[in-house]
């Protein structure tokens, strides 16, 4: 199956540290993905994983993943109101160069 | 400018109507895709081309038609609209050298409404 799962929603206070979920079906995946979708506009991709790796840690983003799980998730330290947005996963369906989004969750940070 | 335009950004229609959305990219990306977003379901593949000679149909393409008239325009048409097709589209473009990353550039969306 290609089915991804996501919270809905995850609301934070500003300075916190949100994580943001996503569980995954497909283990034949190279790169898993999060994309980022602001109010009004389209996706952009905001970090990735190499499939072989366990975390990666790009500036206040922190990736973790499980392959053993099946769960990717997105660390996001000092939350600001700028990070308000809804968080895609995705990932790589191999042979087929397309992608899977999960469901998205939609974060919102209060003051 | 944007590298990745779709027209129109909204569209309110009837059931039944034809109805085609735009997508344009000064990318130079040979890939381009259509999604739909509905709220609970993320995004879904409709359509998806590598090239002008290759369209390849996603997950939920029934209903809907694409066109890939050049490298840079791809087109979806939805022949007879129905209110279950009222949802957020997305064009978006990639270019993916060998295995890399497949970073995917999106459109800023058509929201449709079928009446």
């Known amino acids: 199956g290609e089915d991804v799962e996501q919270s809905l929603f995850l609301s934070v206070r500003e300075g916190d540290s949100s994580v943001i979920n996503c569980t995954y079906t497909?283990?034949?995946?190279?790169?898993l993905y999060w994309y980022k979708q602001e109010p009004g506009a389209g996706l952009q991709l905001l970090t990735y994983?190499?499939?072989?790796?366990d975390m990666k840690q790009d500036q206040r983003l922190t990736v973790l993943l499980n392959k053993k799980d099946k769960h990717l998730s997105l660390r996001i330290a000092d939350t600001q109101t700028g990070d308000s947005a809804i968080y895609f996963c995705a990932y790589d369906v191999r042979g087929a160069d397309k992608l899977i989004f999960g469901t998205g969750t939609r974060l919102q940070v209060f003051p | 400018d944007a590298d990745v335009t779709q027209t129109p950004r909204n569209r309110i229609t009837k059931t039944g109507k034809r109805i085609m959305l735009e997508c344009s990219q000064t990318?130079?990306?040979?890939?381009m895709y259509w999604y739909r977003q509905d709220p609970g379901l993320g995004l879904q593949l409709i359509y998806y081309s590598f090239d002008v000679k290759d369209i390849n149909k996603g997950e939920i393409s029934d209903g809907y038609s694409v066109s890939r008239q050049a490298q840079a325009k791809f087109s979806l048409s939805l022949e007879s609209a129905i209110p279950n097709q009222t949802a957020l589209y997305f064009c978006a473009t990639s270019d993916r050298p060998g295995q890399g990353v497949n970073e995917q550039f999106f459109g800023p969306g058509t929201r449709l409404t079928v009446l």
């Open positions: 497909d283990s034949s995946s190279t790169y």
């Open positions: 990318k130079g990306h040979d890939r």
């Open positions: 994983i190499f499939s072989n790796m």
